[in-house]
């Protein structure tokens, strides 16, 4: 992955991170000092509502990460078990098998739960977090290199090929900056 696009796809999460966002039909607004629309085509919406919580707005990114729901700032708490259910669900129902699961903490508090899913040639690693009332669902698509006979292990290209741990480290700074 060359770095203008990784720059990219960290300016845009650190912009919905860090500004107070809210979902308006078809626009993603972003406020702070002054108002700022950024318009969406139609077919970057995908579904607006889930049982769960009032979900709005589906934002893709073109470096191939999008953001598959956020939810309103108007919602007080957020239920995270059902959230992480939903999550699960969302992966089986695309019959998607987890590879790997952990818990992303920063300073000793739970910020959100990553998953590496595998499906023939394809692997996503989905990161689920908590940021202040906003809640956020990354989905970070890879495909797998060619594997050798001798090599077992699963080879991914793109930013999934990263060890987890730096993966969800740098999913951290973005949240953090």
């Known amino acids: 992955m060359s770095v203008r696009p990784l720059a990219l796809l960290i300016f ?33 919406l995908r579904g607006s509502f889930n049982p769960i ?11 191939g990460a ?16 059902k959230w992480a259910q939903w999550s699960l669900n969302y992966l089986k129902k695309r019959k998607f098998k987890i590879i790997s699961r952990s818990h ?7 910020m959100g739960i990553s998953y590496r899913a595998k499906r023939k040639k394809k692997v996503i690693s989905m990161v689920h977090i908590k940021h202040g009332q906003r809640g956020l669902l990354f989905t970070f698509s890879c495909s797998i290199a060619k594997m050798s006979a001798k090599d077992k292990k699963l080879k991914v290209k793109g930013i999934c090929e990263k060890r987890e741990k730096e993966f969800n480290d740098l999913l951290l700074r973005i949240i953090l900056f």
């Not at 809210?22 to 139609?42: C, D, E, H, M, T």
């Not at 953001?67 to 957020?78: H, K, Q, V």
């Not at 992303?104 to 739970?110: C, D, E, I, N, T």
Request: charged letters at 20%; a positive charge; hydrophobic letters at 45%.
């Open 12 to 44: 845009c999460v650190t912009l919905l991170g860090s500004y107070k966002a809210q979902a308006v039909s078809n626009n993603w607004a972003i406020f702070k000092n002054y108002g700022v629309r950024f318009p969406l085509p139609r077919n970057w």
């Open 53 to 63: 919580s009032t979900i709005k707005t589906i934002l893709l990114h073109p470096v």
């Open 66 to 81: 999008r953001i598959i729901f956020a939810t309103e700032a108007l919602e007080p708490t957020m239920d995270e078990k």
């Open 104 to 110: 992303l903490v920063v300073m000793g508090k739970p």
